[in-house]
């Protein structure tokens, strides 16, 4: 099957969708590693959950310029080869490092909220760092066959499609693994993040712990977890399990040009994960929350608010200000 697609929507979408999740989130990822690396102490196992998930958003972000210059030159890359496949990888690590560390700070709150005693909640820093470590080797094992695809002098620089025979999955084992990778790496997590969360809200139930504050910010802290997982990732794996499943039986390059031009854009929401993802870093921990304000001035503006009241106090008066009533 040789179908040839123009991508003129694909041309005009996704260059400033590109440019501004680069943006905000090299701006929010940028400002969240500079926070964990020189303010943020002392870490606590969830820290290096939280810290690896916005480095493999950060690595991420940083392909993006390149994506959107793809797209703006008509989908010719411009960049060789190389680059192209190693363009390529870090997307698809990244990405999926972003859905391992998602799973792992859902199976942290889990633990935490539904096993208190459990040896794991007291993991020390260095045995974090480890498990951390082999998410990181799981996920470069998934990805690292994009750095050997070969290219074949194309212009283009894709990982996934359904056209022409350059890069058809059945006449390439590599990309049939990367597709199949692609959604497993998927479904997978979300069955985990899922039982997590279903987990958690049974206890909180079953003990009657959900007026506790503390405990409300960890349910609300994994329900954002989910609605991110699933907004970000959840649109691309069904349009390209639909993708698949169509190319096996049908020879219309219309539908075929349809979802696969629906799946390009849906790709792009996975990016979208790392501009949302600072949330995450935000509601991990009141210290990030603490140090996040004072970053962007909030805790200055309370501090001038604090001494406005401490000079409407009377001389000599023992009464509060209107800050302590």
């Given at each position: 099957?040789?179908c040839?697609?123009n991508?003129?929507?694909?041309?005009?979408?996704?260059?400033?969708?590109?440019?501004?999740?680069?943006?905000?989130?090299?701006?929010?990822?940028?400002?969240?590693?500079?926070?964990?690396?020189?303010?943020?102490?002392?870490?606590?196992?969830?820290?290096?959950?939280?810290?690896?998930?916005?480095?493999?958003?950060f690595?991420?972000i940083?392909?993006?310029?390149?994506?959107a210059?793809?797209?703006?030159?008509r989908?010719?890359?411009?960049?060789?080869?190389?680059?192209?496949?190693?363009s390529?990888?870090?997307?698809?690590?990244?990405?999926?490092?972003?859905?391992?560390?998602?799973?792992?700070?859902?199976?942290?709150?889990?633990?935490?909220?539904?096993?208190p005693?459990?040896p794991?909640?007291s993991?020390?820093?260095?045995?974090?760092v480890?498990c951390?470590?082999?998410?990181?080797?799981?996920?470069?094992?998934?990805?690292?066959?994009?750095?050997?695809?070969?290219?074949?002098?194309?212009?283009?620089?894709?990982?996934?499609?359904?056209?022409?025979k350059?890069?058809?999955?059945?006449?390439?084992?590599m990309?049939?693994w990367?597709?199949?990778g692609?959604?497993?790496?998927f479904?997978?997590p979300l069955?985990?993040?899922?039982?997590?969360?279903?987990?958690?809200?049974?206890?909180?139930?079953?003990?009657?712990?959900?007026?506790?504050?503390?405990?409300?910010?960890?349910l609300?802290f994994?329900?954002?977890?989910?609605?991110?997982?699933?907004?970000?990732?959840?649109p691309?794996?069904?349009?390209?399990?639909?993708?698949w499943?169509?190319?096996?039986?049908?020879?219309?390059?219309?539908?075929?040009?349809v979802?696969?031009?629906?799946?390009?854009?849906?790709?792009?929401?996975t990016y979208?994960?790392?501009?949302l993802?600072?949330?995450i870093y935000?509601?991990?921990?009141?210290a990030?929350?603490?140090?996040?304000?004072?970053?962007?001035?909030?805790?200055?503006?309370?501090?001038?608010?604090?001494?406005?009241?401490?000079?409407?106090?009377?001389?000599?008066?023992?009464?509060?200000?209107?800050?302590?009533?």
């Amino acid at each position: 099957m040789h179908c040839h697609f123009n991508g003129t929507l694909l041309i005009q979408l996704l260059p400033p969708v590109l440019i501004t999740e680069f943006i905000l989130g090299i701006v929010g990822n940028g400002l969240a590693l500079w926070i964990f690396c020189f303010h943020l102490k002392p870490w606590k196992s969830s820290t290096v959950i939280i810290f690896n998930l916005a480095l493999a958003d950060f690595l991420l972000i940083v392909v993006l310029p390149f994506r959107a210059s793809y797209y703006v030159s008509r989908m010719k890359w411009m960049f060789g080869d190389t680059f192209c496949n190693i363009s390529l990888f870090l997307l698809a690590m990244n990405r999926t490092g972003s859905i391992m560390f998602l799973m792992a700070v859902a199976v942290d709150r889990y633990v935490r909220v539904v096993h208190p005693h459990h040896p794991i909640n007291s993991l020390s820093i260095h045995k974090a760092v480890c498990c951390a470590f082999g998410l990181w080797v799981f996920t470069i094992s998934m990805t690292a066959h994009l750095l050997a695809i070969p290219r074949d002098n194309t212009t283009r620089c894709e990982s996934f499609t359904v056209e022409g025979k350059l890069q058809e999955g059945e006449s390439n084992p590599m990309l049939m693994w990367h597709r199949t990778g692609f959604l497993l790496s998927f479904w997978i997590p979300l069955a985990v993040i899922l039982f997590c969360t279903f987990q958690i809200i049974v206890h909180l139930r079953r003990t009657q712990l959900g007026q506790n504050a503390k405990i409300k910010k960890a349910l609300w802290f994994i329900t954002v977890v989910v609605v991110v997982f699933i907004i970000c990732f959840l649109p691309s794996n069904i349009t390209q399990l639909l993708a698949w499943i169509k190319k096996t039986e049908s020879k219309d390059c219309h539908q075929l040009e349809v979802l696969d031009t629906a799946f390009y854009i849906t790709i792009t929401l996975t990016y979208l994960n790392s501009m949302l993802d600072p949330i995450i870093y935000y509601l991990s921990s009141p210290a990030f929350q603490k140090i996040f304000k004072k970053a962007i001035g909030v805790r200055q503006a309370e501090d001038i608010a604090d001494t406005a009241d401490i000079r409407l106090e009377k001389p000599g008066s023992n009464s509060k200000s209107i800050s302590q009533l």
